[in-house]
């Protein structure tokens, strides 16, 4: 029960977060938006290295003083995957012209919520990583601690929700398909934590490098695409003042929680 229960709360935060587009009248405020994306690029940067990165680290400290290589080699698997996945799949940014990856005839909201399911994929990875070292009883991560990135992931996922479906009644979605493509944005989140943990419970050796791998996944997003679209145009300091504030709270679950 605690297993399912941490597995669909990030899917929870996206699903809720779609639901604005039931409440909220007209279209989101790009200073919202801003603030919006700078939260959620700071929980992601806290939780991957509270969450993460350090534990992968604690996890290795047999190998002395070159504990750093499973963190630092799953780190640059992560990076590198996310960059093929953004390569191989067709989707379209928020605000963007043109789509990424190979041309294709797929509609414009279709890409659109690719371009946010991608960027679930490492989310859901890590809640799963996270959830598999608990249930190996790794002394490093306990119930409290997957709990708490499981919670910031969803926390971090109710603007996500809403910045894909708002958007898209906007542009002219029905208020029920604009509810249903950012809740389906996100249900890649516990196919991806459930394929992870099945995927460790075979490999438990490798953990650590599965939670670097995810951490790294995790911050190409950060990185190529939320910091950029908080930061673009007027008034980009009210993205990061959201980061800081995303950031500060994950650091507190995971610190006071873990």
Known sequence: M?????????????????????????????????MLLGFASGVMVAASVWSLLIPAMDMSEEMGKYAFIPAAAGFLLGILFLLGMDRAVPHLHMGAECAEGPKCSLKKTTMLVLAVTLHNIPEGMAVGVVFAGMLSQNTEITVAGAFALSVGIAIQNFPEGAIISMPL????TGKGKAFLYGMLSGAVEPVAAVITILLAGFITPVLPYL??????????????????????????????????AGFVLMMILDVALG
């Open 2 to 34: 605690q297993l399912a229960v941490g597995l669909l709360l990030p899917f929870l935060g996206t699903t809720l977060g779609a639901a604005c587009v039931f409440f909220m009248k007209g279209q989101m405020k790009p200073l919202v938006q801003k």
């Open 211 to 244: 939670l670097s791998f995810a951490a790294g996944a995790m911050l190409y997003v950060v990185v190529e695409e939320l910091i950029p679209e908080a930061s673009e145009g007027e008034h980009s300091n009210i993205g990061t003042i959201g980061f800081a």
């Open 169 to 172: 009644k906007s542009e002219g």
